[in-house]
């Protein structure tokens, strides 16, 4: 049996992708290889971000150098964002690749293997599908991801926002959506499998928008939520990412009133200077960003919040950063992910003056991540004594205990057994760090 290796870089759509890919090449008869060494077929799903996350994908190709000079019918792959990037251009880097497909072309790649040559020359699909106008096909049965407590579904793919810094508008095309059948039958298929926990994915969840659903009904993510709330055993409901200006009521008013929805939502800031929102083509201000936080919170009292804040953006000056973490300590993040902003191909910002040197952009993401790591734990330590739910997914930092996320997805760690795999339990909670809360299970 032919056996494969993917390794997944960038966001989880890549890692949902992967999942797709695998399922794909089971169904082709492919197994999976415990690593590298022992694959006849290397996949890197890559990712295109930021320069550091396109070296990184350089680097570990060129590392596997040696396994293709020993073993020269070895086929080694990528796909993903940097693939789309790059296309033929990639062979410049990485000459002894065999196959480079954008993520549009993932689909293709079982049956491409059946014929391709390893010693021959590369097979370099980029570009949408032909049919680029439909979305991406759903994950085959008994697919990777069909056993998981906790699975991604991706709703919608590509982008038409454009932000200045971005290269994903790029790479990933326009914004495709899937059918709301197709996304309904995968999360059964995914339930019937023991899946507890789904996260809808999307560049921007918000637009889902399927050819031959009313919009006059109202916003169709919302009926897609409302949907996937009927399944009796579908615990948690999560979906990432929403763009700030594209919240409307109706989908703030299921924070709260939804059974499953999770009090957790990743909502990008970027930045808390307006004149800084503008320039990067964010279209909202700092008003309008507070505005939608006070009304999600009045929906869900106890809603977690996280956002991406990128620092150094061109033009960005002493003042735009106080701004930044001022807005960071109004609303009070329950974390950050936040980034040195970064050229990308293609871009308007790349061509943008006023760059920020590399030094002062360090020492300005210093600043950001140092305020937002009190603030993180200030309401880590404020869960000591209360009792959440925990989903448990499997064993704890420490020997003897488990670990799992509440719906406010803190990672939970506390002593227990193996048998709790799965459950949704309460623990009450003893003390708050930085990463987690440890507790104790309340029988
Ligand atoms: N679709 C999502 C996520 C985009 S990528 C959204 O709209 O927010 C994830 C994060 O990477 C972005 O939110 C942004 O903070 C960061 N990012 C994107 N391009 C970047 C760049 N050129 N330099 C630095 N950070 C970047
Ligand atoms: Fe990139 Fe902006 Fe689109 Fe997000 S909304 S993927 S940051 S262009
Ligand atoms: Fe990276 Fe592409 Fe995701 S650039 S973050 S893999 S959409």
Known sequence: MKQY???TFGCQMNVYDSGRLAGLLAAKGWSPAGGNDKADFIFLNTCSIREKAAQKVISRLKGLKPLKKRNPDLIIGVGGCLAEQEGREFLGKVPFLSLITGPGRLAEIPEILETLDPRGPAVILTGQTPDSESAPEPCPAGGSAASALSSFITVMEGCDNFCAYCVVPYLRGREKSRPLKDILSEAESLISGGCREITLLGQNVNSYAPDGLDSKKGPAFVRLLKELDSYKELWRLRFTTSHPKDFPPELIGLFGDLRTLAPHLHLPLQSGSDRILKAMGRRYDRAGYLKTVTALRRAEPDLALSTDIIVG??????????????????????????????????TKAALMPGKVAETEKARRLGQVQNLQKAVTLEINESYAGRTVEVLVAGPGREKGQMSGRTGSLKTVNFPGSPDLCGRLVPVRIESGWTASLLGQLVS
């Open 5 to 7: 290796f993917i390794s």
């Open 313 to 346: 953006f061109p033009g960005e000056d002493e003042r735009d950063l106080e701004m930044t973490l001022e807005m960071l300590a109004q609303v009070r993040f329950d974390s950050i992910y936040s980034f040195m902003y970064s050229d990308r191909p293609q």
